[in-house]
C-alpha cells in the first residue's frame, strides 16, 4: 500500500488507522560513501489519520440477570477523533444516580429490579460519526400480578368468573387457586366445576352456595416465594335448611330449643313451623317463643311440645323448600349423683378434690370451670370427674362449676373454693362520688384469705405534662370495718385517679382498678367560706328507713332523714346496682328537703339494689340500708 512517487513523494493507499504516527523524509547519496552527516540530512512529518468510531468491546446482544443482582454493560471504541462513549434506555440518556452509575463507558447498576429490564444502547460519537450497540436485559424474578381477582356476587346456578393474569421472566408462568386453604381441584364439590384459563382466571361452572367464600390465585414460574391475590365468591340463594335431624330431644322440666338449621343469603326473614301437618300458632302455648334464627324456644318441657315438625325458611330470594319431619320426644336431663359441697376451705398449698358425677340417657360428659375465667387454672380432672387442685394456689380461689352435659341438655352445680393463707384478693365495684372540693370512694372487699383485712385508698391528681416522673401518689388509710372513705382537700375541676389496696398479715393484695373522678369545684359566684379556726368534730349518720315501693310509674323510695346530724344537711346521693353488680350514682343532687323520689325505667324481671347517703358540705355518710 506504500510506495514512493514522483521523485521523493511517498503515496500510502487504502488508509488505515494505525497508519497514523511520525514519518521521515531522508536523502542518500548512493554513489559516494556515507557519512554520519548524511542520516542527519531529513525532515520529519506527522500524519494524523481521522477515522469514525469502532467498537473494540461491546456486552452480548441479550443479558439475562436475576431479581437484585448487580448488572455491568461495558463499551469500548477507538476512533479519531477518540470517540465519546454514552447510553440511553428507549432513547433517553442515562446519568448516574442512585440506581446507576455510567463511568469510562460501563453501566452499572447494583441491584437490578424488574423495572429494569428494558433495552439499553451504547453510543460511540464523534466529529467523523457515531455508532450504536443494544443490548436487551431480561431480568429474572418471580412473576407479579397485573391482572388481580376482583370480588364478584352471583345468583345461584350461574356462572362465576375471576380473573389472575401475571407477567414474567422467565415466562414459564403456572396458575394455582385455592377455595380457603385447599386447591380446588382437591375440593370434591368443585373439582368437577372448576376451570383455569390459559391467562390464569378461573371460571367457576353453576354456582352452589357451597361456593360462595374466599378464592386465592397463586402465579408461579419457580423463582423464590410466588404473589398470590385473592377475592370473594358470593352466591345468593334462597333460604334452606341444612341437615333437621330425624328426632330432637327436648329435656323434661327444663327450658328446650327445637332448631331449624337453615342457611340464607340474603340474610334469613323468617321461619314458618308446621306441627302434625297443621301450621303451629306459637301465640296458644305461654312460655314458647321464636329466635332470630327461627328456633322455637319452649320455657319447659313438658307433653305440649310433643308431635312432629317441619320449618320453612324464607328470604328476599324465596324458600328452597320445608325440612324434613323432625319427632320432638321428651327425655330427662342429665342428673347429678354426687353434687359438689356449696363451699370448701382449704389451706394454700395443700390437695383439694371435689367430686362431681351424673347420669343420663344418653350418658353425659362432665367438665369443670372457673366461673369469670377461661380454662381450669392449673387444676385437673381425673377418671371419676372429680377437680383436683395440686396443690392449692392463691387465683384458684373463687366460684366453679361442674356441668353434665348430653344431647338433652346441659345442667350445672357450683361450688365456692376459699384458699386460705393468702394475701387479700382485690376489692371490687370500685366507685367515686365527687363532691365540693372532695370525693366519697366505696367499694367491695375482695376475699381476705382466712385473715382480718385492712384498706388504703390511694390517689393521685392527673397531670397532663409533669415535669418528671409522674408517681405521686398518696395513701390514706381507712378506719377498721369501713367500706368507703371521704377524700377531702381536693383540687376543683381536677381529675384524679383513685385505686383502693387491701393488706393482710402476709402481704398486700392487688390494687383494684384505677377510677378517675373530678370533684366538684364551687360555683362562681361563690365565695369559697374561710378554713375553720378549730378542728369541729362532725357528726353525720346515714339517713334512716329506706324502703322500695313498686308502682306503674317505677320505683317509690322513701326515707327518713339521719337521726344524727351537726352541721345543716346539704342534700342526698342516690346509689344503685343491678343484678348484684357494681354501685353506680343515679342521682347526685337529691335536695335535703326531700324524703322521697320515683326511679322510672328500670328493665323488667332484673333485681336491682339501692342505697342512700348524706352529705353536709364536703361530709358524707355511711351508706343506709339497702
Known sequence: RVRIEEGASLRIDLLRAEDQGWYECRVLFLDRPSADADFQNGTWIHLTVNAPPTFLVTPPAFVEVRDRDALSLTCTAVGNPQPIISWKRSDLALQSGDTLQVRNGTLSIAAVERASAGTYTCHASSKEGTITHT?????????????????????????????????????????????????????????????????????????????????????????????????????????????????????????????????????????????????LELGKFPGWSTRSDGSIVIATGNDDALGVYTCTPYNSYGTAGASRPTRVLLKDPPTFTVRPKEEYFQEVGRELVIPCTAHGDPPPTITWGKVGSAGQI??????????????????????????????????????????????????????????????????????????????????TPLVKHPPRAHHDWVSLAVPPGAQHLLVENLQPDTSYQFSVLAQNKLGSGPFSQ??????????????????????????????????????????????????????????????????????????????????????????????????????????ISDPSNT
Not at 365565695?527 to 368534730?537: G, K, Q, R, W
Request: aromatic residues 8%.
Open 378 to 459: 392449673g387444676a385437673q380432672v381425673d377418671g371419676n370427674s372429680s377437680l383436683i387442685f395440686h396443690p392449692l394456689i392463691k387465683e384458684q380461689h373463687g366460684v366453679w362449676e361442674c356441668t353434665a352435659t348430653n344431647a338433652v341438655a346441659s345442667v350445672s352445680a357450683a361450688t365456692t373454693v376459699h384458699v386460705l393463707g393468702t394475701s387479700p384478693h382485690a376489692v371490687t365495684n370500685v366507685s367515686v362520688l365527687p363532691l365540693l372540693l372532695a370525693a366519697n370512694i366505696s367499694w367491695e372487699p375482695g376475699f381476705d384469705g382466712g385473715y382480718f383485712q385492712r384498706f388504703s385508698v390511694w390517689y
Open 135 to 279: 443490548t436487551r436485559v431480561l431480568v429474572q424474578g418471580p412473576p407479579v400480578i397485573v391482572v388481580p381477582p376482583q370480588n364478584v356476587t352471583v345468583n345461584v346456578s350461574q356462572d362465576a368468573f375471576l380473573a389472575c393474569q401475571a407477567e414474567a421472566y422467565p415466562g414459564n408462568l403456572t396458575y394455582t387457586w385455592f377455595q380457603g386453604s385447599s386447591n380446588v381441584f382437591h375440593l370434591s364439590h368443585l373439582q368437577a366445576r372448576v376451570r383455569i384459563l390459559v391467562d390464569g382466571s378461573l371460571l367457576l361452572q353453576r354456582a352452589t352456595p357451597d361456593d360462595a367464600g374466599k378464592y386465592t390465585c397463586i402465579a408461579s414460574n419457580g423463582l423464590w416465594k410466588p404473589p398470590s391475590a385473592s377475592a370473594f365468591i358470593t352466591v345468593l340463594y334462597p333460604a334452606q335448611v341444612t341437615t333437621m335431624l330425624p328426632e330432637t330431644h327436648l329435656p323434661k322440666g327444663m327450658r328446650g330449643i327445637i332448631r331449624c338449621p337453615t342457611r340464607a343469603n340474603p340474610p334469613l326473614l323468617s321461619v314458618s313451623w308446621t306441627r302434625d301437618g297443621r301450621p
Open 514 to 619: 384505677i377510677v378517675t373522678s373530678v370533684p366538684r369545684g364551687f360555683p362562681v359566684t361563690t365565695v369559697p367560706p374561710e378554713p375553720p379556726a378549730i378542728t369541729v368534730h362532725i357528726l353525720l349518720s346515714p339517713p334512716q328507713a329506706l324502703s322500695a315501693n313498686e308502682t306503674a310509674r317505677g320505683v317509690l323510695l322513701r326515707w327518713q332523714p339521719p337521726a344524727q346530724l351537726s352541721v345543716p344537711l346539704s342534700g342526698y346521693a342516690l346509689e344503685l346496682r343491678q343484678d348484684r353488680g357494681g354501685w353506680e350514682v343515679l342521682e347526685r343532687s337529691i335536695p335535703s328537703t326531700e324524703s322521697q323520689v320515683l326511679v322510672p325505667g328500670l328493665i323488667k324481671d332484673a333485681f336491682y339494689e339501692f342505697r342512700l347517703v348524706a352529705f353536709a358540705g364536703s361530709y
